[in-house]
């Protein structure tokens, strides 16, 4: 079955607690974590992070659009993310194989992502020590944009390859996920589904990740 992680970043702040239990039929709450350097926009850190694990069950999946994620990714931990996942763009392949060590030497999982016009090559290095890899399929830094089809070649890709090593790797999609673009990622091989939008604008969450899911 497909995961489906709805993003916070498109819920309502000052009702945050109740828009949790809102999506409680989920597998996993995602955090949009911005430093207005790696992207073009500031979002929330550590606090939100801290606060949430303490009213959902959902494992936290921390995507971190920041640069050098090696000084901040055992802050996120203790705080109570339970993936931790940064970009490979974020620093060079020193900073990234420790900051991965830096996660798994804490017990959680740990995930790398590219964005969209970044070749999924840049990936193989490391896939074999990775919990989850991430393909954005929109440009990282703001919610609510068009999925960019040009990126499902790279989902594919990434499932051969997760498949040919026999690993358990997440493959996890972010960007423009709505009922029409889910299914062509869950064709392309995909397990992880990231929605903001879709799923916070519904009136029938539950519903709604059902639909993602692929089960309605």
Known sequence: MVKIAPSILAADFLNLGSEIESISTADYLHFDVMDGVFVPNISFGLPVIKAVKRVSKLPLDAHLMITRPIKYVRAFVEQGADIVVFHVEADEPEGIRGAIDAVKSQGKSVGLSVKPGTPVGELMPYLDTLDMVLVMTVEPGFGGQSFIEGTLPKIAALRREIDSRGLTTELEVDGGINPETAKLCRDAGA???VAGSDVFR???????????????
């Open 202 to 216: 519904s009136r029938d969450r539950a519903g709604q990740i059902e639909i993602l899911r692929g089960n309605i």
């Open 191 to 193: 397990t992880v589904l």
